[in-house]
């Protein structure tokens, strides 16, 4: 038996399929967060990007997402060692990192419920901006939805 591919295959070296294979719809990177402006650790809040889908974990629009949301960060692998916001179990830091996939990934499990079942995801959690909010998302309301559920 052959090892699967993200084991065997860098990561720019991964086909489209393979690269989005990676994501295990956990929306963690989908929240909004915030850095410290001294230390620039980043803080985790509760409130979701208005196109996740808070039941699924999917964006709602991912092939057009950065057209309505500009600032929506495109993973590459060529980026991998800035974006140092991902969740520390997101796959593409992990595999960046020399690491493995966690067993309840859905590439690991074969079944993308896995990720909700071990409580790795959004789904329960977080709120939309829609709701939490009367037009702009400051730091100072954010910082009242900062939570601490993985780490």
């Given at each position: ?75 590459e692998a060529v ?34 419920e896995t990720v ?36």
């Open positions: 038996m052959s090892d699967p591919f993200w084991r065997v295959t860098p990561l720019s070296e991964m086909t489209e399929a393979e690269w989005e294979s990676l994501c295990d719809g956990c929306g963690r990177c989908c929240l909004h967060k915030l850095a410290d402006e001294d230390t620039g650790e980043v803080s985790f809040t509760n409130v979701a990007c208005f196109l996740l889908d808070l039941e699924t974990c999917a964006c709602r629009d991912y092939g057009d997402r950065r057209r309505q949301v500009p600032d929506c960060v495109q993973l980026r991998m060692g800035e974006l140092d916001w991902l969740p520390s179990t997101c796959a593409y830091r992990l595999l960046y990192a020399g690491r493995d996939l966690p067993p309840w990934h859905p590439l690991v499990s074969g079944d993308p909700h079942a071990a409580g790795m995801s959004v789904r329960g959690r977080a709120i939309s901006e829609k709701r939490s909010r009367r037009g702009r998302l400051l730091p100072m309301i954010l910082a009242h939805h900062i939570v601490d559920w993985w780490d």
